[in-house]
């Protein structure tokens, strides 16, 4: 997750608590439980949103996953320390960052085979690429979420990076933990 230019780490956290507050309010009292219901420090909120959940999936999957640290723009083959990647899975990271041409410009260097985009894509029928940006106007208002592309713009952005065929495999939606806020999520498959 990208911090707008000129936010520092404390109105970034402050951000996260008020969404948090602001989601746990919308559940009813006797359902409000969990961890990042409460108060938090930074290496809490790390854990708790980050760190605990790929430990958990890593450790009920037995895989042998290795996590490297880096931001999305500077991942290379030299820090990940290999060639390319049959399979690059980027989630819903484009959402999340400030310049998603670049952060998926630098994931499809690295991929050789497969990579799998599972995001929101906006509800738009018209054929035009277009990237919508919600990320409001005020410093420290907006959720950490800036763009939107929808479907002809992510698509557009794969084949120009070099992948031949890109295309809607599914979709699927969830309840975000701990408050039940619903979500729906597409999923792109873009083949070398």
């Not at 439980?33 to 290496?43: D, N, Q, Y």
């Not at 959940?53 to 490297?68: M, N, W």
């Not at 699927?172 to 792109?188: D, E, K, L, V």
């Amino acid at each position: 997750m990208d911090r707008f230019p000129g936010e520092t780490l404390d109105q970034t956290l402050d951000k996260f608590r008020r969404d948090l507050d602001t989601m746990e309010r919308r559940v009813p009292p006797e359902e409000r439980r969990g961890p990042l219901a409460r108060t938090f420090t930074p290496k809490e909120a790390y854990y708790y949103a980050l760190d605990g959940p790929f430990r958990f999936c890593q450790a009920v999957l037995q895989s042998t996953v290795r996590r490297d640290y880096s931001t999305v723009y500077d991942l290379s083959k030299k820090k990940v320390g290999r060639g390319d990647f049959d399979l690059v899975f980027m989630g819903d990271v484009l959402l999340h960052t400030l310049y998603p041409l670049k952060a998926l410009a630098t994931a499809a260097e690295l991929c050789s085979g497969t990579m799998i985009i599972a995001q929101e894509l906006p509800d738009v029928s018209e054929p035009q690429a277009t990237m919508l940006y919600i990320g409001g106007d005020r410093l420290g208002e907006d959720n950490g979420v800036w763009w939107l592309p929808n479907r002809t713009c992510l698509e557009q952005m794969l084949m120009k990076l070099g992948f031949r065929d890109v295309s809607l495999v599914g979709e699927y939606a969830g309840f975000m933990r701990p408050f039940g806020i619903p979500y729906r999520r597409q999923i792109i498959h873009a083949v070398r």
